[in-house]
């Protein structure tokens, strides 16, 4: 791992319609220590229709699945400012299209890196229309097999577009045995692009395994708190919690940057002369006494007796001279 993982927060609905909360967010989430800050551009008339019938009843507010996406929509001159709100506080903006429209919007204002979210990953229109802005590109692979995989990477390969994939498991919130931690390296073999992690889990050990496994990217969920209303609150982290990781996350890059030689422990020889040991008497000694093993302790400092690593080779000699309880043996002390 040459560079920090990159860091993402996702405020996705958490804004539930509100241009103020949104702004909130951005101002909050500048604090945490995250590169980048993304979000999802919903279009409605655009990206559904009044058929859509996923989660239809979810909201209080809400008759219908596009009256909700009709509630999380901006317009282009808002979208313009929370681009220009991201700028200011020094966070990268990301963001989801969900209709070719979106995508003509985000060029206007300027994305930094586009999304795709799991349920677009086979949109190859959608993905088409990307590639045409020359844009980097960060693929969910949550509800795609290898072989769907495979087919889009081409299609980016031969549109040449930078692109990385999130390791993702579409289910909020993620249960341990759904995390696919070990996709992460599979991933790497396979397409040869850096590598990350989304995360649904709301647990700060998540992420911080994931970057331990290699995780080059690293994009979570934030929410004021879990109780608000919002599809992905539950499976959101905190702003506090959000900022633990991003420290969290920080060290272990320190850690993998530098490697330990195990070969190699001279850092250690004062150390060492503290906490490793010397051969004592255990009991009063005559002379001429045979040692034995039950005759033997190891005393702090090394030093001052025989190395205790040494002790088979004192058992069965013989002493000089008396010795008292607690006395350091050393060689002069032996026949």
């Known amino acids: 791992m040459n560079q920090k993982p990159y860091l993402i927060a996702e405020i996705a609905q958490a804004h539930d319609g509100s241009l103020g909360i949104l702004h909130s967010y951005i101002d909050a989430v500048a604090k945490t220590g995250v590169h980048a800050i993304k979000f999802q551009m919903h279009i409605a008339a655009a990206e559904s229709s009044i058929q859509e019938p996923f989660r239809i009843q979810f909201s209080r507010e809400d008759a219908t699945r596009y009256d909700y996406w009709k509630r999380m929509e901006f317009t282009l001159a808002q979208w313009a400012g929370i681009k220009q709100h991201c700028d200011e506080v020094k966070l990268d903006f990301i963001c989801s299209p969900f209709s070719n429209l979106a995508v003509d919007w985000l060029e206007e204002i300027g994305v930094h890196t586009y999304k795709i979210g799991s349920g677009e990953v086979n949109n190859f229109l959608l993905l088409e ?54 996709i992460i390296s599979e991933l790497k073999q396979r397409y040869k692009v850096p590598v990350g992690f989304s ?71 004062e150390l060492k002369a503290i906490f490793e040991k010397s051969l004592a008497i255990n009991k009063d000694l005559p002379q001429g006494h045979l040692i034995t093993f039950d005759d033997l302790e190891s005393k702090k400092p090394k030093g001052y007796g025989i190395s205790a690593t040494d002790f088979e080779k004192v058992i069965g000699r013989t002493l000089k001279n008396p010795m008292s309880q607690w006395d350091f043996l050393n060689e002069e002390d032996l026949v």
């Open 129 to 182: 229309k990307i590639a045409q802005t020359g844009k980097p590109v960060i693929i969910s692979s949550g509800m795609s097999s290898f072989e769907e995989l495979d087919k889009t990477v081409e299609f980016l390969k031969q549109r040449k577009v930078d692109f990385s994939i999130l390791q993702c498991t579409t289910a909020y919130p993620t249960k341990p045995e759904q995390y696919g931690f070990n």
């Open 199 to 269: 995360d649904h889990s709301a647990k700060i050990a998540t992420g911080i395994a994931a970057v331990a496994l290699g995780a080059e990217i690293l994009e979570f969920h934030v929410v004021f708190h879990r109780d608000m209303f919002g599809p992905d609150a539950k499976a959101s982290l905190t702003l506090e919690e959000t900022k633990l990781l991003v420290e969290a996350v920080n060290e272990i890059y320190i850690a993998n940057s530098n490697p330990i030689d195990k070969n190699t422990n001279e850092s250690f020889g």
